[in-house]
């Protein structure tokens, strides 16, 4: 997504904190992770525990759509009606409906966090029925229906606890112009050739068991918080222009040419990405049946959304990846003559539906599609719109796991997806380039940023991040799980993750369920960890204050200036020669190097100095390093080397 760039441009061009002038006092270790009340309320209905799984109690709202929608390529509307029917498993009865209206975000004097390429007139409804009952849609109360992204609805007929009820639109909307080859704005159209159409239909918003309805605005920025269920979707445009959508096509017998239908087949038999449609193939009666106008039926199950893209100067290619445990899917690729980039992109979408189905969970769906268009980067279940290269392609297809498949609530805390795909796509850059995982000084280069008060903690609504919100949400997660690493071990951490990601499949985690199952999987008590982490913008700020040896034994002593404490990893160079290092549970001898590890337990007691005591076997010590792979925050690497390197050596 667009604001990947940013998190890092924002990042680096931060001034750096500098070191307090006076050494501060002894410091009080939080080790609990806070509560606050909206996890205490799942708390005390039993429907969240402090495992980490959803308990037998744990419940979520299902909505499933009918969408029938037409598109007029000439004035660039998309019309359509809806219904939708909402299942409540909850203990309580639905006295009114959240909806969301994100095409509003396009309308003059709407709120939004950063400026849009194209101004309409928003979504204009001129038919909504709430579980059986007509609205009143020329009420002056309903001037909200024009003016905002999320709006209520009282339900005359509640929706009862355990039952079922519905909801029932119709609508229209100009896609938005955006001025080509322009990439990076969403949701919008080049001319009348190239539309891409997605937050387009009045949406039930997520009712959980934490905070009840999730009414947070659509600003722009912070993203999805979804229900998940099914989508029965019926799109009506002109013969010969092409679909890319979520789901899987349902009618491709009636709408496409048995060329076109062969050409398919072929493309899940090998890895090559074939060509489906060329420029020659194009049109009706080539790549569609011949006619005036076709509808394009589309299905999609456990899915949070849905979203399309159509042109009448598509050229379709197509591949096929191979998720473990559930065989080949095909993967189509539709894009613009011109861009021949995409034609790369199948080998790319194929790397990351196979590496990622392994890191963490097999690709839940049965298609993938990617499409070009106007949005740089943007993810939708089974549909990514975006640019052609490897880094793009690869972050917009790891949001099939998060979000998409684990539904966070990405309008509160971004970190839980973007931030976590940051992380994977280091690991899956890593592979395609068949080379190490840089995760090495990713937790340290946080001290450069601790302190900034611009920066909000991780645990805040991340619609109201502030100027560091691409910063929070995409950059720091990947700081914090290079922590986390130099904790317990990446590959520990990764493993705990894949497991976290198969409990909450298709359900609506929240960071504390996130917190408590990495403890449970990494058996330990990490609640210091996570405090500082996620509820605070502390760093450790360690250094060497001193080095001396007695005794054939050298003491190394170790001081942390900030608030977070960390394990204490020495590494420890010998000069060669002399006697083998006699073992210890603590330390790790490679050759001439020993590296000895303390936990952050060590800091506990409040002391802000460690004595850590090297024994080793009387060889004489050349160098020793704090925190040699840079895991943990520190304004100043510079002081944990001894001897103390001069500036600019």
């Keep these: 997504m667009r604001a990947v760039v940013t998190a890092a441009v924002l990042w680096l061009a931060a001034p750096a904190a500098t070191h307090a002038q006076t050494r501060p006092p002894a410091r009080a270790v939080r080790r609990t992770i806070p509560i606050t009340r909206a996890f205490e309320h ?40 809806e219904k939708v029917t ?124 934490l905070r009840g309805w999730n009414a947070e605005p659509y600003l722009g920025a912070s993203e999805f918080y979804n229900n998940f269920g099914s989508f029965d979707v019926r799109l009506d445009l002109p013969a010969g ?25 072929r493309a899940t038999a090998s890895d090559t990405q074939i060509v489906i449609v060329d ?63 995409y034609r790369r992109t199948g080998a790319f979408a194929r790397h990351a539906l196979q590496f990622y189905s392994k890191l963490w969970m097999p690709y839940a769906f049965p298609h993938f599609t990617q499409v070009d268009g106007p949005e740089g980067g943007m993810e939708y279940p089974m549909l990514t719109m975006s640019g052609p290269g490897f880094g793009v392609t690869d972050h917009e297809i790891g949001h099939q796991w998060w979000p998409m498949m684990v539904g966070v609530n990405e309008t509160w805390y971004g970190w839980m997806d973007e931030g976590f ?45 502030g100027p560091l919100y691409a910063f929070t949400t995409y950059g720091k997660a990947p700081m914090m799980l290079s922590a986390l690493g130099g904790v317990v071990g990446d590959s520990a951490v990764q493993r705990a993750m894949s497991v976290y990601a198969k409990d909450w499949k298709f359900r609506h985690p929240s960071p504390w369920d996130y917190m408590f199952a990495m403890n449970r999987e990494l058996h330990r008590d990490l609640g210091w960890f996570w405090y500082y982490w996620l509820f605070t913008t502390e760093s450790v700020d360690g250094s060497i204050a001193g080095v001396t040896t007695a005794r054939g034994r050298t003491t190394v002593t170790v001081r942390q200036d900030g608030e977070m404490p960390s394990p204490v990893v020495l590494r420890v160079e010998l000069a060669p020669g002399g006697r083998p290092v006699p073992p210890r549970a603590n330390a790790r001898v490679r050759g001439d190097t020993v590296t000895f590890t303390w936990p952050a337990d060590v800091w506990f007691g409040g002391s802000r100095t460690y004595a850590a005591v090297l024994d080793v076997g009387g060889r004489r010590i050349t160098r020793i390093i704090l925190d040699p792979a840079g895991r943990f925050p520190d304004r100043d690497p510079s002081d944990n080397t001894w001897p103390r390197q001069k500036k600019g050596q």
């Design 279 to 341: 420029t020659a193939g194009r049109g009706a009666g080539r790549a569609t049946v011949a006619g005036d106008r076709l509808t394009w039926h589309f299905r999609a199950d456990s899915v949070a959304d849905f979203a399309w893209a159509a042109s009448n100067e598509f050229v379709w290619d197509a591949t096929r990846a191979t998720i473990p445990g559930r065989g080949v899917i095909p993967i189509d690729i539709l894009y613009l003559p011109e861009h021949d980039a």
């Design 241 to 265: 222009w092409l679909v890319g959508a979520t789901g899987v096509l349902a009618n491709a017998d009636s709408i496409l040419t048995p060329g076109v239908r062969e050409r398919l087949a």
């Design 421 to 465: 795909n940051q992380y994977m796509n280091i690991l899956s850059a890593a592979a395609f380039r068949d080379t190490t995982a840089a995760l090495d000084g990713l937790g340290q280069s946080y001290g450069r940023m601790s302190g900034n008060e611009a920066e909000a903690p991780m645990m805040w609504n991340a619609n109201y991040g």
């Design 86 to 209: 909402i299942t409540n498993p909850s203990d309580s009865a639905l006295r009114f409906l959240v909806v969301h209206l994100d095409q509003n975000q396009f309308a003059p004097n709407v709120a939004r966090e950063a400026p849009v390429a194209g101004i309409t007139t928003g979504i204009h409804l001129t038919r909504v029925v709430a579980n059986g009952d007509v609205v009143d849609l020329a009420a002056p109360a309903a001037a909200r229906w024009a003016t905002q992204t999320v709006v209520g609805v009282p339900l005359k007929t509640p929706i009862p606890a355990h039952g079922t009820g519905t909801f029932e639109a119709e609508w229209s909307f100009e896609v938005p112009l955006v001025a080509p080859p322009t990439r990076g704005d969403r949701m919008g159209r080049w001319g009348n050739r190239l539309f891409q159409v997605a937050q387009w239909y009045p949406q039930i918003a997520v009712y959980d068991d």
């Design 42 to 81: 799942g708390l005390r209905a039993g429907t969240r525990d402090s495992t980490g799984r959803p308990t037998a109690r744990y419940w979520q709202l299902r909505t499933d759509y009918t969408i029938d929608a037409r598109l007029d390529p000439v004035t660039a509307t998309v019309s359509g009606r």
